[in-house]
């Protein structure tokens, strides 16, 4: 009997230390490997545009003129970078082509078939709430009015947060249309969609937020109104 008593408190013990490593796992080296990823994916972007002809980075357009259509976007390379203040000053994400599950690994990720950034249409985003460097752990805390800038590296793009997020399920794709189902959007427009998952820690819903292109600068024109302390 003793040995059965000892062998199963042996085997709890071995089942619970593994249950602690792999939960130190999710929720704190996955975080690390992607920060680092993230990072990685904002540098090879600034050294793509520093490499551009000056031409190409500084066109002199009116900052008010609609932005030119972009080349296709490679899939799962980055293309653009985020920044969402009301998520904290220093909170600026990657953004890849497509939303596999890898690419999510790295930042936050294009649906394809969505429109270009800074198009007419609906430009939606994807991203983890929790895990993988949480970035859209504050997702909740969007509210009207609130700024989303994005930077191809030649233009700023200000989009504002139209309604608190809404909560769906992951069957409602319609939530991505070019004029997005429940949005309250009655035309065709320049929009932009954030999507993540819903509840924290789980999946079974989604959480969405759309926004509206607001304004739109040429980046040596310098950082963007929402983004000046």
Same mark, same amino acid.
């Given at each position: 009997?003793?040995? &059965?008593?000892?062998?199963v408190s042996e085997l709890c013990v071995t089942i619970g230390t593994v249950i602690v490593l792999f939960v130190v796992y999710v929720l704190f080296w996955?975080? @690390? %490997?992607?920060?680092?990823?993230?990072?990685?994916? &904002?540098?090879?972007?600034?050294?793509?545009?520093?490499?551009?002809?000056?031409?190409?980075? +500084?066109?002199?357009?009116?900052?008010?003129?609609?932005?030119?259509?972009?080349?296709?976007?490679?899939?799962?390379?980055?293309?653009?970078?985020?920044? &969402?203040?009301?998520?904290?000053?220093? *909170?600026? $994400?990657? @953004?890849?082509?497509?939303?596999?599950?890898?690419?999510?690994? $790295? +930042?936050?990720?294009?649906?394809?078939?969505?429109? $270009?950034? +800074?198009?007419?249409?609906n430009f939606a985003v994807a991203g983890h709430r929790r895990t993988y460097g949480d970035p859209f752990k504050d997702f909740p805390e969007l509210r009207p009015g609130?700024?989303?800038?994005?930077?191809?590296?030649?233009? *700023?793009?200000?989009?504002?947060?139209? %309604? %608190?997020?809404?909560?769906?399920?992951?069957?409602?794709?319609?939530? &991505?249309?070019?004029?997005?189902? %429940?949005?309250?959007?009655?035309?065709?427009?320049?929009?932009?969609?954030?999507?993540?998952?819903?509840?924290? *820690? +789980?999946?079974?819903?989604?959480?969405?937020?759309?926004?509206?292109?607001?304004?739109?600068?040429?980046?040596?024109?310098?950082?963007?109104?929402?983004?000046?302390?």
């Amino acid at each position: 009997m003793r040995v &059965i008593v000892r062998t199963v408190s042996e085997l709890c013990v071995t089942i619970g230390t593994v249950i602690v490593l792999f939960v130190v796992y999710v929720l704190f080296w996955t975080g @690390v %490997k992607a920060d680092r990823a993230m990072d990685s994916q &904002i540098d090879q972007l600034q050294d793509q545009w520093a490499r551009r002809p000056v031409a190409a980075q +500084g066109s002199g357009r009116d900052a008010d003129a609609a932005p030119p259509e972009p080349a296709a976007y490679p899939d799962g390379k980055p293309f653009a970078v985020m920044y &969402i203040p009301r998520f904290g000053f220093t *909170w600026n $994400k990657p @953004v890849l082509q497509g939303t596999a599950t890898n690419t999510l690994k $790295k +930042g936050l990720g294009h649906y394809a078939r969505t429109a $270009k950034l +800074g198009q007419k249409g609906n430009f939606a985003v994807a991203g983890h709430r929790r895990t993988y460097g949480d970035p859209f752990k504050d997702f909740p805390e969007l509210r009207p009015g609130d700024a989303v800038v994005l930077t191809d590296g030649t233009t *700023w793009f200000t989009y504002r947060i139209d %309604k %608190k997020p809404y909560r769906t399920l992951p069957a409602d794709i319609g939530v &991505i249309d070019p004029v997005p189902r %429940k949005s309250g959007y009655r035309e065709p427009g320049r929009y932009l969609t954030l999507t993540t998952c819903e509840p924290e *820690w +789980g999946h079974s819903h989604r959480l969405i937020a759309w926004a509206h292109l607001d304004a739109t600068q040429p980046v040596e024109a310098g950082k963007p109104e929402a983004l000046r302390r």
